[in-house]
């Protein structure tokens, strides 16, 4: 059983960088798309960023130019970069990974942006 789990959330001052990690274990996830999702108190979940297993990466428009994802397959990890934080991207951020039916997701690690 795939087992994710994130770790780097936490206060970040808006301006400010926060980088989050997630660790898989119980599974190869080289061939597995891996992202990061989050969700804000009283809204829905959003997709923040994806990368697949070849390296192509695809973001949310409101965290264009500011966060980047990475991963490294070695380490069966995935990253995500976050620059130039934002009060609104206060949120628990969720790291997950996908292959045809198979989805897994983390247990969410919470990033709060305030002065």
């Known amino acids: 059983q795939v087992h994710l789990v994130e770790s780097g959330g936490g206060l970040g001052q808006p301006g400010g960088s926060l980088r989050l990690s997630c660790a898989a274990s119980g599974g190869n996830l080289n061939s597995y798309a891996m992202g990061w999702y989050r969700q804000a108190p009283g809204k829905q979940r959003e997709l923040v960023a994806i990368i697949g297993s070849g390296g192509t990466t695809n973001y949310a428009d409101s965290v264009k130019g500011r966060f980047a994802i990475s991963r490294d397959n070695a380490k069966n990890a995935v990253y995500l970069q976050m620059n130039s934080l934002k009060p609104e991207d206060t949120a628990v951020y969720y790291c997950?990974?996908?292959?045809?039916?198979?989805?897994?997701w983390g247990q969410g690690t919470q990033v709060t942006v305030s002065s």
């Open positions: 997950y990974a996908n292959r045809v039916i198979a989805i897994y």
